[in-house]
């Protein structure tokens, strides 16, 4: 059973810096994609961040220059370091894992980050 969990998430100040973490398991097939979600409070999710393949990545406009995505194969853990956090960041972020077979995308239970002074 692939199991997908975030770790890192908190309370952080205006300008402030966290790296959340996102652990793959149970599969002996890597996931082709990951990625980074979010959704706030009354919104629809929304995507942060993609990595794709051998590292083809997009970010949405709101998160570029503040927001990296990165992956470690070895350990099968993905990364996402923000920096210069805003008020508006604040939600909760979910990672995703797309394996290729069978075709199915895993959905960590999501990690709260609050940017607030």
């Known amino acids: 059973q692939v199991q997908v969990v975030e770790s890192g998430g908190g309370l952080v100040q205006p300008g402030g810096s966290l790296r959340l973490s996102c652990a793959v398991s149970g599969s002996i097939l890597s996931p082709f994609a990951m990625g980074w979600y979010r959704q706030a409070p009354g919104n629809e999710r929304e995507l942060v961040a993609r990595l794709i393949g051998g590292g083809n990545t997009n970010y949405a406009d709101s998160v570029k220059g503040r927001f990296t995505i990165s992956r470690d194969n070895a350990k099968n853990t993905m990364y996402l370091q923000m920096n210069s956090l805003k008020p508006e960041d604040t939600a909760v972020y979910y990672c995703?894992?797309?394996?290729?077979?069978?075709?199915?995308?895993?959905w960590g239970q999501g990690t709260q980050v609050t940017v607030s002074s």
């Open positions: 995703s894992a797309d394996f290729a077979i069978p075709r199915r995308t895993y």
